[in-house]
Each structure stands twice: as structure tokens, then as C-alpha cells.
């Protein structure tokens, strides 16, 4: 299994996003315009890191602080650049990642739900060389299971997936696996937390999102969860087992829960 999942040289391209591309006269662009030379943007980082330390000098450092510059640029580039737009979104991730305790969430700690295995990261890459976390939502209980330890428990593997980004790869893939979804697992809540933390706090680390099987109870769910995405209810594939076999995964690297 370690050999069939490690990290291929060349990975595939991902296939382009329907309706990211064209939106008639409102369009979403990836990019608006070029991006800045490497002083220029060298250049920015240090100013929101100084700003950072004047404005907000209680905010921790290190990685993930506010002197990480590797994350100030990454938050940059989701701003487009704008120093007054990622100082704001910083300060708010940073300040969720020193209130929510990222940095002590382990495996133990969350150890309780990760063991029903409603969610995981998957051992493989998918063949665009993104790792994967999966979401099995029959095994969702939001009325049983605390919904603090829920989000500590997506946070924890959110956390996880993107640890183990290749070089070159910079996002990751979402798979809901819906099969025997009924109402008992719909959890609003929890789906408002989960488009929170990859706008704010992880931005543009979502690559694509799959929505396996889904079942005709899940529709009414979908119907209030797509205006809260905006744009971003593109990134939303829906589809079946084949298709994430055949589409996204060699025949060794499928996701236990997706084997024919």
C-alpha cells in the first residue's frame, strides 16, 4: 500500500471548474490581474507583517502567526494582493487558530468521533496529487454528538490533509459520501462552520468537493447550503461511486469506503 500511495512524479492537471470559468457579463476570474513581481510581493508581506505587529501585537508567532510570512503571502494571493483586505482576514484567522486551540488538536483528542469514522483523511492522493478528506454523513449524528467536538474534529483533519500537501499541489480534495443520508444526519450548523473555516481561516486550500451518491432527502439540505457558497457552489461536483473510481482514483488508491 505504501508504494501504490506514495506521490506520483507527474501529476494530472484537475479538470476546470464548471461555471468558475464563464458567468456572462459577472464572471468569477481566477485572476483579475498579474500578479506581482517577487520584490513587489516581498515587498507587501513585510508591510503586513509590520502592520500585523503594530496593530495587533498580541496575536502569536511563529507558524501560523503573525509573522509567518509563507501564510501572509498565501493570504495575500487570496486578496489579490490588497495589504488593508489580508491584514483583516489574518487577524480573524489568526485570532480563530489561538481561540479554537489549533495547536493542540491531536488524534487523541479528537480520538472519540474520528473513531466512528464519519470523516478521515484518505491514505492516498487522488490522481491530481491532492490529498483527501472524506466526510461519510450516515455517520453524522448531530443529535447525538457535541457539535463543539465536531468542529474539533474537522478542524483536526482539515489540519492534517493540508500537512501532507506535496510540493507543487496546493489545495486539497472534499468528498461527501451521502449514500443512506437521511434526515437524522442533516446539520446545518455544522455545514455554516465547514464553508466558514475554508473562507476565512483556509482560504482557496478547497480544491474541488465531490458529493457522492446523494440521495433525493438530501436536495432540501443543498438547497440552503448552495446560496450560503455564493461563487464558490462551483467548486460542487455531484456524482457516483464510479465516477470518483474511475475519475479521480487509480484502482489501488480508492477510498476504502468507495471499493466496488
Same mark, same amino acid.
Given at each position: 500500500m505504501a508504494?501504490?500511495?506514495?506521490?506520483r512524479?507527474?501529476?494530472?492537471?484537475p479538470?476546470?471548474?464548471?461555471?468558475f470559468?464563464?458567468?456572462?457579463?459577472?464572471?468569477?476570474r481566477c485572476?483579475?490581474?498579474?500578479?506581482p513581481?517577487?520584490?513587489?510581493?516581498?515587498?507587501?508581506?513585510?508591510?503586513?507583517k509590520?502592520?500585523l505587529e503594530?496593530?495587533?501585537?498580541?496575536?502569536p508567532?511563529?507558524r501560523?502567526?503573525?509573522?509567518?510570512?509563507?501564510m501572509?503571502?498565501?493570504f495575500?494571493?487570496?486578496r489579490?494582493?490588497?495589504v488593508?483586505?489580508?491584514?483583516s482576514?489574518?487577524?480573524?484567522?489568526?485570532?480563530w487558530?489561538?481561540?479554537?486551540?489549533?495547536s493542540?488538536?491531536?488524534?487523541?483528542?479528537?480520538?472519540g468521533?474520528?473513531?466512528t469514522?464519519k470523516?478521515?483523511?484518505h491514505?492516498c492522493f487522488?490522481?491530481y496529487?491532492?490529498?483527501v =478528506?472524506?466526510v461519510v454523513?450516515?455517520?453524522?449524528?448531530p443529535s447525538?454528538?457535541d457539535?463543539v467536538?465536531?468542529?474539533?474534529?474537522c478542524a483536526?483533519?482539515?489540519?492534517k490533509?493540508?500537512?501532507r500537501?506535496?510540493?507543487g499541489?496546493?489545495?486539497?480534495?472534499?468528498?461527501?459520501y451521502?449514500r443512506g443520508?437521511?434526515?437524522e444526519?442533516g446539520?446545518?450548523q455544522f455545514?455554516?462552520?465547514?464553508i466558514d473555516?475554508?473562507?476565512y481561516?483556509y482560504?482557496k486550500?478547497?480544491g474541488?468537493?465531490?458529493?457522492?451518491?446523494?440521495?433525493?432527502?438530501?436536495?432540501?439540505m443543498?438547497? =440552503?447550503?448552495?446560496?450560503? =457558497?455564493k461563487?464558490?457552489?462551483?467548486?460542487?461536483?455531484?456524482?457516483?461511486?464510479?465516477?470518483?473510481?474511475k475519475?479521480?482514483?487509480t484502482?489501488?488508491?480508492?477510498?476504502?469506503d468507495?471499493?466496488?
Amino acid at each position: 500500500m505504501a508504494a501504490a500511495c506514495s506521490f506520483r512524479s507527474v501529476a494530472q492537471v484537475p479538470p476546470p471548474l464548471r461555471g468558475f470559468a464563464r458567468r456572462g457579463r459577472r464572471r468569477v476570474r481566477c485572476c483579475s490581474a498579474a500578479p506581482p513581481s517577487g520584490a513587489v510581493s516581498a515587498k507587501l508581506v513585510l508591510e503586513v507583517k509590520e502592520r500585523l505587529e503594530r496593530e495587533h501585537p498580541g496575536l502569536p508567532t511563529g507558524r501560523n502567526g503573525r509573522d509567518d510570512e509563507e501564510m501572509i503571502l498565501w493570504f495575500l494571493k487570496d486578496r489579490k494582493f490588497s495589504v488593508d483586505e489580508a491584514v483583516s482576514k489574518l487577524t480573524k484567522a489568526i485570532k480563530w487558530r489561538q481561540d479554537f486551540r489549533i495547536s493542540e488538536l491531536s488524534e487523541e483528542s479528537v480520538k472519540g468521533l474520528y473513531q466512528t469514522g464519519k470523516a478521515y483523511v484518505h491514505d492516498c492522493f487522488d490522481i491530481y496529487g491532492r490529498p483527501v =478528506l472524506v466526510v461519510v454523513a450516515s455517520k453524522h449524528f448531530p443529535s447525538i454528538h457535541d457539535p463543539v467536538e465536531n468542529e474539533k474534529l474537522c478542524a483536526f483533519l482539515v489540519e492534517k490533509a493540508l500537512s501532507r500537501i506535496p510540493l507543487g499541489t496546493e489545495n486539497i480534495l472534499g468528498i461527501f459520501y451521502l449514500r443512506g443520508f437521511g434526515v437524522e444526519n442533516g446539520d446545518l450548523q455544522f455545514l455554516k462552520f465547514l464553508i466558514d473555516v475554508f473562507y476565512y481561516y483556509y482560504p482557496k486550500r478547497l480544491g474541488q468537493v465531490l458529493f457522492v451518491d446523494a440521495p433525493f432527502v438530501f436536495q432540501p439540505m443543498w438547497q =440552503l447550503v448552495k446560496p450560503l =457558497l455564493k461563487q464558490y457552489a462551483s467548486l460542487v461536483r455531484f456524482c457516483d461511486v464510479e465516477t470518483v473510481r474511475k475519475e479521480y482514483f487509480t484502482e489501488e488508491t480508492v477510498p476504502p469506503d468507495f471499493h466496488s
